[in-house]
T-cell receptor
């Protein structure tokens, strides 16, 4: 069965430091992979997605993620974190089937940014 | 920018009561979804809806749950007789198409507390 694991529940980084949030997935075929961010009081916002092609994907807000099939990973990175990046980050895999497709999420990683 | 809205932001109810969670998807979207997140757990798919019928539902979505698009703009999730374990954050989402090429846009969620 498809699943997503985000091993880090809570991460704290200093403003200006680099960031890497980990995501591992389990999926039989080539996965559709997503990172969403949720700021307090806001909905889940798509940061980036990977379907095929270049394994390094650029997203909004300066984020990027790299698909590594051999490691079943899709880690999210940002070279320099801003205080406004404090939020909860969700990795998801798209499960195909039927007339619609659903997202399977990890438990999320809560990012705190220290000044 | 168009967005998905959800009301109420927080609903408190007594066990056994019926609740209706409301969502207004983005106006030209055709596919609608409900997900939920129990505190500390993964965001889970509940149901997808297209062309006025359920496309897919998870095993969580039992006979106590129902969805409806009553007036062409709202999309509701009804829980007939709430249980303590229904306490969760419920997210509504919508998309233009049912594949992953088109993004699923999420609302800010309704936090349901069952006492």
């Amino acid at each position: 069965a498809q699943s997503v694991t985000q091993p880090d529940i809570h991460i704290t980084v200093s403003e200006g430091a680099s960031l890497e949030l980990r995501c591992n997935y389990s999926y039989g075929a080539t996965p559709y992979l997503f990172w969403y961010v949720q700021s307090p009081g806001q909905g889940l916002q798509l940061l980036l997605k990977y379907f095929s092609g270049d394994t390094l994907v650029q997203g909004i807000k300066g984020f990027e993620a790299e698909f590594k099939r051999s490691q079943s990973s899709f880690n999210l990175r940002k070279p320099s974190v801003h205080w406004s990046d404090a939020a909860e980050y969700f990795c998801a895999v798209g499960a195909l089937g039927g007339a619609t497709n659903k997202l399977i999420f990890g438990t999320g990683t809560l990012l705190a940014v220290q000044p | 920018e168009p967005e998905v809205t959800q009301t109420p932001s927080h609903q408190v109810t007594q066990m056994g009561q019926e609740v209706i969670l409301r969502c207004v998807p983005i106006s030209n979207h055709l596919y609608f979804y409900w997900y939920r997140q129990i505190l500390g757990q993964k965001v889970e798919f509940l149901v997808s809806f297209y062309n006025n019928e359920i496309s897919e539902k998870s095993e969580i979505f039992d006979d106590q749950f129902s969805v409806e698009r009553p007036d062409g703009s709202n999309f509701t999730l009804k829980i007939r007789s709430t249980k303590l374990e229904d306490s969760a954050m419920y997210f509504c989402a919508s998309s233009l198409a049912g594949d992953f090429v088109d993004e699923q846009f999420f609302g800010p969620g309704t936090r349901l507390t069952v006492l």
